[in-house]
């Protein structure tokens, strides 16, 4: 007997993005900037949850990870981050089991809209050296 599938509205994909980064290079601009680095990066949420890591490892990891994934939403949006898109429109926040969502602010929350985008999927991996963000967006 066959089951039919719960129907879902279709969508096709918009745009993808992906970014490489490398955690020294992070590692570098925290200790280089500090809170000036950290404040450009990270919007006031994301702050909030930087703060609660208790080691410098663990805060480099999240600083890239968010990071990473900022720029591939950017490449994603097909814009980069150019026409007032900036890291701060990008929020990359965090359900309580850890899975990534986004909430774009701003002109990046403009954009999207403009181009028909309805939902976004984040991927986030890292090693001891690297963060890895792969991002897709949906429209119909």
Request: aromatic share 6%; net charge positive.
């Amino acid at each position: 007997k066959r089951i039919p599938l719960p129907s879902r509205k279709l969508r096709m994909i918009k745009g993808i993005g992906t970014d490489l980064l490398e955690k020294r290079r992070v590692e570098k601009s925290i200790s280089k900037f500090g809170d000036k680095f950290i404040k450009k990066v990270l919007t006031e949420k994301e702050h909030q949850e930087y703060q609660t890591k208790k080691t410098s490892e663990k805060k480099v990891s999240f600083l890239s990870n968010n990071f990473a994934c900022k720029e591939a939403v950017a490449k994603a949006l097909g814009t980069g981050f150019s026409d007032g898109i900036t890291l701060k429109n990008i929020e990359v926040l965090r359900e309580s089991g850890g899975n990534p969502y986004l909430q774009l602010l701003g002109k990046a929350k403009k954009k999207a809209e403009e181009c028909g985008f309805e939902n976004f999927t984040l991927s986030i991996s890292d090693t001891k050296d690297h963060s890895l963000a792969l991002v897709i967006g949906e429209g119909e």
